[in-house]
T-cell receptor, first 112, second 110 residues
């Protein structure tokens, strides 16, 4: 069964450093998403991406964040200058023509 | 009023029990509704979409009540493996956004 994959599973970085989180969505899906979940809190929408551009972003997704689909398979989330409060699980999700989204296993980001 | 609201629980039930969760949503124009299951520190996994006519998948039944703006999930014959957090997800109409509830925690006890 096709699945969304994410790398790395855990990333530790120092405050102020740049990180890139990587996702490989399900191959025939067209809509891609990043979500964040701070420990003990709810899943929060960050950004959606369709047709090679951002279709929607939340107020969390400020200038420190960017997304890219550099080739036909990867979908990346970059955080330019990490803050302590960026520590969270980051989930990538993809969606085909139906409404259901499928999530990757997540990257746990720890900013020290 | 929150866009998507769930009782956080925990719901502690014995094995074999039937348990039901509700989720209310604020935007009457919402069209897509889902239940996801999330285990501790894992990704949300799609449990079922919720259709207007209601739908059933084995021990799980989902219902939509548009008039009262809530969706429900019924789990029959609870198993220990059903212990998880159940997330209600609703689309924000006119956008690509899906809004998650805070989740309802279920513990099935032996």
């Amino acid at each position: 069964e096709p699945e969304v994959t994410q790398t790395p599973s855990h990333q530790v970085t120092q405050m102020g450093q740049e990180v890139i989180l990587r996702c490989v969505p399900i191959s025939n899906h067209l809509y891609f998403y990043w979500y964040r979940q701070i420990l003990g809190q709810k899943v929060e929408f960050l950004v959606s991406f369709y047709n090679n551009e951002i279709s929607e972003k939340s107020e969390i997704f400020d200038d420190q964040f960017s997304v890219e689909r550099p080739d036909g398979s990867n979908f990346t989330l970059k955080i330019r200058s990490t803050k302590l409060e960026d520590s969270a699980m980051y989930f990538c999700a993809s969606k085909g023509q139906s409404y259901e989204q499928y999530f990757g296993p997540g990257t746990r980001l720890t900013v020290t | 009023r929150k866009e998507v609201e769930q009782d956080p629980g925990p719901f502690n039930v014995p094995e074999g029990a039937t348990v039901a969760f509700n989720c209310t949503y604020s935007n009457s124009a919402s069209q897509s509704f889902f239940w996801y299951r999330q285990d501790c520190r894992k990704e949300p996994k799609l449990l079922m979409s919720v259709y207007s006519s209601g739908n059933e998948d084995g021990r799980f039944t989902a219902q939509l009540n548009r008039a009262s703006q809530y969706i429900s999930l019924l789990i029959r014959d609870s198993k220990l493996s059903d212990s998880a957090t159940y997330l209600c997800v609703v689309n924000r109409p006119g956008t690509y956004k899906y809004i998650f509830g805070t989740g309802t925690r279920l513990k099935v006890l032996a």
